[in-house]
């Protein structure tokens, strides 16, 4: 289900891209320092941030998963610390009940 979502969404946005690139044909002239001009198309000046952006934004949002991950394995692993805990007292209880009981 989710690689059908992501060819979907991948396909939303390719069409949208082939779209914007055939509605804006037109080129405009980029100048830089020292008197640098070269001319490009209107489609990569509107892509090209908008895919910065879009990597960006995944790149901050890798950190924040591998932190969680790593947050997640460490609870987990205190959790079986402690049921091992746990279990360990009710024996000793058990134990104990069974010694007294005789």
Do not use: D, H
């Not at 396909?11 to 980029?30: C, D, H, R």
């Amino acid at each position: 289900m989710k690689r059908l979502f992501t060819f979907c969404l991948f396909l939303v946005i390719a069409v949208f891209a082939f779209t914007l690139s055939w509605q804006n044909p037109g080129s405009i002239t980029l100048k830089y320092y020292f008197g640098i001009e070269r001319e490009v198309g209107l489609f990569l000046v509107i892509m090209i941030p908008f895919i910065i952006g879009v990597v960006l934004g995944a790149l901050l949002l890798s950190f924040s998963l591998v932190r969680s991950k790593l947050q997640f394995s460490s609870a987990k692993r205190s959790l079986a610390k402690i049921e091992k805990e746990v279990e360990g007292l009710r024996a000793a209880s058990v134990t104990k009940e069974l010694s007294s009981e005789s």
